[in-house]
């Protein structure tokens, strides 16, 4: 069992592939069981914040594309879109839980510059003094190499780092990291603890995900990495099964728990 005992701000991240159907319509009983989680963890006295991809897919489907926007007007201009939707249904459940919700958009500019950073971290710790619930997402409509290239695990990374987080937790599709793709291999064996990023898991991730998304297993040993680097444990974990954060902060072990050495100051 991990002792979780000193964990109190955790970043939870959810991917396309949980948020919405194949169809690009929201999955909103999946959404509402995922909120009922973080409310009930939030009312619980953990700081909990959502870092939340699905922009682009979700504005795709609202304005009838026939696939997922390939040009970069066309992924701002869904981003756009989406975002409000997304924002919309988040607000208003959370609200059924008497939690108030705030939109944080990001670029790596608003992370790496060390001023802007600091305001960044100094926005979060307000947010959550006030009992307010932030939903991150890359601010996509401005972005422009990081929508071509980067990845919402990457963004949770980030900010479990710069808001001080002490637990990350990613849900994806999957049960967590495999010694080989379960999809194509019904013997494949889930990798209950990590201790370090290997070549060899590099490996066995690949890197392709979901059509309506753009992270994979690949994107999520990154994360971990940029976690471990900062002693921030951090799980993978079915996104369809979202009581497991129930289990993670019990100290349980779920999913696949990349769990890093003694922790060096965070940044």
């Given at each position: ?149 980067g990845d919402n695990d990457r963004l949770a990374a980030v900010v479990a780092r710069v808001s001080h987080a002490d ?101």
């Amino acid at each position: 069992m991990m002792n979780l005992s000193q964990v109190r701000r955790i970043v939870v991240k959810v991917g396309t592939s949980t948020l919405t159907y194949p169809t690009g319509k929201l999955n909103i009983r999946g959404i509402e069981r995922l909120v009922r989680c973080i409310a009930d963890l939030h009312n619980r006295g953990y700081d909990m914040m959502l870092v939340s991809s699905g922009a682009i897919g979700v504005g795709a489907s609202k304005l009838r594309l026939p696939e997922r926007p390939t040009t970069l007007r066309m992924k701002q201009a869904a981003a756009a879109v989406g975002q409000c939707e997304l924002m919309h249904v988040y607000d208003k459940i959370f609200a059924e839980y008497g939690i108030s919700t705030a939109q944080i958009l990001l670029t790596t500019d608003d992370t790496e510059d060390e001023r802007r950073r600091l305001n960044v971290h100094n926005t979060f710790d307000a947010l959550l003094e006030t009992g307010a619930l932030p939903i991150v997402n890359e601010n996509d409509t401005v972005a422009v190499e990081e929508i071509e290239f980067g990845d919402n695990d990457r963004l949770a990374a980030v900010v479990a780092r710069v808001s001080h987080a002490d637990l990350l937790v990613i849900l994806t599709d999957m049960d967590g990291l495999f010694d080989d793709n379960p999809r194509e291999n019904p013997e494949a064996r889930l990798i209950p603890v990590v201790h370090k990023i290997t070549d060899d898991l590099r490996g066995i991730a690949g890197g392709a995900g979901t059509e309506n998304g753009t992270g994979g297993m690949a994107t999520k040993l990154g994360a971990a990495e940029l976690c471990m680097e900062r002693g921030i444990p951090m799980f993978v974990i079915n996104g369809a099964k979202p009581e497991t954060l129930y289990e993670i902060t019990q100290g349980r072990l779920a999913g696949t728990l990349f769990l890093p050495p003694e922790a060096p100051d965070k940044d």
